[in-house]
């Protein structure tokens, strides 16, 4: 059974940076193309960024040159390194996980197969 847990959220002033870590289970991690999405009370889920199978690293404009995300083949993990953070960046962040590489593109969340519970990022002013 695929089970992702998010973890490393919390509060933080902007300007500030937090990590976040998925922690996979259950299938051949590396076979898989994960990434994270968020979503703010109000707002449409959004894709942040995500990872090929190949371990190349795609980024949201809104997120380019501020967030880098990683990942521990041998730790079966996800992470996700934001930095410099702002208010707007405050949502629940989610990471997912699908076989389906080319679903990211679009982040096709509608379809992608796996997700975690979600871990909250309050960035205050």
């Known amino acids: 059974q695929v089970q992702l847990e998010e973890s490393g959220g919390g509060s933080v002033q902007a300007g500030g940076s937090l990590r976040l870590s998925c922690a996979a289970s259950g299938y051949s991690y590396s076979s898989y193309c994960m990434g994270w999405f968020r979503q703010a009370p109000g707002k449409e889920r959004e894709g942040v960024a995500y990872m090929d199978n190949d371990g190349n690293p795609t980024y949201a404009d809104s997120v380019k040159g501020r967030f880098t995300i990683s990942q521990d083949n041998a730790k079966n993990t996800l992470y996700l390194q934001m930095s410099s953070l702002k208010p707007e960046d405050s949502a629940t962040y989610y990471c997912?996980?699908?076989?389906?590489?080319?679903?990211?593109?679009?982040?096709?969340?509608?379809?992608?197969?796996?997700w975690g519970h979600g871990t909250q990022v309050t960035v205050s002013s």
């Open positions: 997912a996980a699908d076989l389906r590489c080319r679903l990211w593109v679009g982040y096709s969340d509608r379809l992608l197969a796996y």
